[in-house]
């Protein structure tokens, strides 16, 4: 064992299958710090308009998900049948999301147990802004979560063969959860390898690939039956515009373009030299790897360009922006990469490990502060639908908005997508029914006489006998 392994704690692929990996306390790490990242959010959490069926447990309005986006898998979840309070659900989500830096950080740095190398690529994964993101929809991608680190842990305990048989069905049942969840599969399967070879490259590659061609045939197949429909054909709102050859794949280039930069974008938090700075340490760690162990950066390579392609390939034959959430597996790798590089660097030279090991920590320490002030935007929008439900609760009669939801400052603060948050946010606080008077103005007349007219506060909220007026307008 080299130096650098030495000092990493870390144990090289070709004598890691017969060693336990001790991952508890990396694991006691994640759990306390997405504890305290998520505590803006945890007691009452933010859902997104499209999570509320998978909080309510409502079958029926996720049902048209499972034909424009095949997730069979969260359509089970919603036939659970009971109802848990959502902060427990998010409590739960982020649990899993510990687990699984927790998991990647033990496969790839910490085999022989926690060291500053694999606590900090653990905090590192768990900063990832599109880990923030999707986690607004932690209701309904629960189960897929849970799959996704639940193979992660197995790769703590099981051998590579063992690990690799398991990779055709997770990535089929983790499909059908969220798309892009079976590349965090693959990341798994890549720093598990015993021993690295060109060879044994492109057959885990292959065997990736068959597999998530079969989860693709396979919810096909599904569509087909329940729906008649071989495919997953768009939802009209995404304003796709399908290819049928390779012209149409190329004209839909700029819809790549789209999605990458808005990635990017959303990963520095829009500030350009946050963007130049991950694109600089990115292409330093995979020097530092290269040199080091130019089969270990291959192999991280492939992982994340074989990620890349496949989201590439979907946008342009769909013709549909990808959203930023999508993009976790590129985090992980890159957080991986450079965190290894950190590592490598301490041993060979002490100013360049304490150089490397500062570039990560800036990361993590910025990063981690700024997912607890985003888990803090939603706080305003919070506040006001339960100072609204509050008003509903003290009155009779049905609650009526006036305006859009959605305009309001406290619902722009936390990037509300539709005004139909606010009714299944009242369904959620105080179970009473909501008229938007903008789509049905003549069941609102009365009101509309009633309420007060250009108040200083928006929203202004006041309670009459035929009910609750909410104006936003």
């Known amino acids: 064992m080299t130096a650098v392994d030495q000092h990493a704690g870390y144990i090289p692929s070709d004598v890691a299958a017969t060693r336990t990996m001790q991952i508890w306390p990396t694991l006691w790490l994640t759990l306390v710090a997405v504890l305290v990242i998520s505590l803006p959010n945890l007691a009452d959490p933010m859902i997104r308009h499209d999570d509320f069926p998978a909080f309510f447990a409502d079958p029926e309005g996720f049902w048209y998900k499972t034909?424009?986006?095949?997730?069979?898998?969260?359509?089970?979840?919603?036939?659970?049948?009971?109802?848990?309070?959502?902060?427990?659900?998010?409590?739960?989500?982020?649990?899993?999301?510990?687990?699984?830096?927790?998991?990647?950080?033990?496969?790839?740095?910490?085999?022989?147990g926690l060291t500053w190398f694999s606590g900090a690529l653990a905090l590192m994964i768990l900063a990832s802004p599109s880990a923030a993101l999707i986690s607004l929809w932690f209701n309904t991608l629960l189960p897929g979560l849970a799959l996704v680190a639940l193979f992660a842990a197995l790769g703590c305990r099981l051998s590579n063969r063992q690990m690799r048989l398991l990779l055709p069905p997770f990535v089929a049942l983790t499909f059908m959860s969220y798309t892009t969840y079976p590349l965090i599969l693959l990341c798994i399967c890549l720093l598990r390898t015993e021993r690295r070879s060109l060879l044994d490259l492109i057959s885990l590659l292959a065997l990736f690939a068959?597999?998530?061609?079969?989860?693709?045939?396979?919810?096909?197949?599904?569509?087909?039956?329940?729906?008649?429909?071989?495919?997953?054909?768009?939802?009209?709102?995404?304003?796709?515009?399908?290819?049928?050859?390779?012209?149409?794949?190329?004209?839909?280039?700029?819809?790549?373009?789209?999605?990458?930069?808005d990635f990017a974008m959303r990963t520095s938090y829009e500030f350009v030299p946050a963007l130049l700075y991950h694109i600089l340490l990115l292409?330093?760690?995979?020097?530092?790897?290269a040199r080091r162990n130019a089969l270990e950066a291959l192999?991280?390579?492939?992982?994340?360009?074989?990620?890349?392609?496949?989201?590439?390939?979907?946008?342009?034959?769909?013709?549909?922006?990808?959203?930023?959430?999508?993009?976790?597996?590129?985090?992980?790798?890159?957080?991986?990469l450079a965190v290894r590089a950190a590592c490598i660097l301490t041993a060979q030279s002490g100013l360049a490990g304490r150089m490397g090991r500062n570039a990560v920590a800036l990361v993590i320490l910025s990063y981690l502060?700024?997912?607890?002030?985003?888990?803090?935007?939603y706080r305003?929008?919070?506040?006001?639908?339960?100072?609204?439900?509050?008003?509903?609760?003290?009155?009779?009669?049905?609650?009526?908005?006036?305006?859009?939801?959605?305009?309001?400052?406290?619902?722009?603060?936390?990037f509300l997508q539709t005004g139909e948050a606010l009714h299944y946010r009242m369904q959620q606080l105080a179970q009473r029914h909501v008229i938007f008077c903008a789509r049905t103005p003549a069941d609102c007349a009365e009101a509309d006489r009633l309420r007060t007219r250009n108040p200083q506060v928006v929203p202004h909220v006041e309670g009459h006998q035929l009910g609750v007026f909410v104006s936003y307008d």
């Open 210 to 261: 068959a597999s998530f061609a079969g989860a693709v045939l396979l919810t096909y197949a599904i569509n087909w039956q329940v729906h008649g429909v071989f495919g997953v054909p768009l939802a009209p709102w995404r304003d796709a515009t399908p290819a049928a050859d390779v012209a149409g794949m190329l004209a839909n280039l700029p819809k790549l373009g789209e999605s990458l930069v």
């Open 380 to 414: 305003p929008w919070q506040h006001e639908t339960r100072a609204i439900s509050r008003a509903a609760m003290a009155h009779d009669g049905d609650i009526y908005v006036f305006g859009d939801p959605a305009r309001g400052p406290a619902a722009q603060q936390a």
């Open 299 to 336: 192999y991280l390579h492939a992982g994340l360009f074989t990620g890349l392609a496949l989201v590439a390939v979907q946008v342009m034959k769909v013709g549909a922006i990808a959203p930023p959430r999508a993009f976790i597996f590129v985090w992980i790798f890159y957080a991986v």
């Open 369 to 377: 502060l700024q997912v607890g002030v985003q888990y803090a935007d």
């Open 283 to 289: 292409i330093g760690a995979t020097v530092v790897v």
């Open 67 to 112: 034909l424009h986006e095949g997730r069979w898998v969260s359509y089970f979840w919603h036939l659970r049948g009971f109802q848990t309070p959502a902060w427990l659900n998010f409590a739960v989500y982020q649990a899993c999301w510990a687990l699984l830096a927790a998991a990647i950080a033990t496969l790839s740095l910490g085999r022989s």
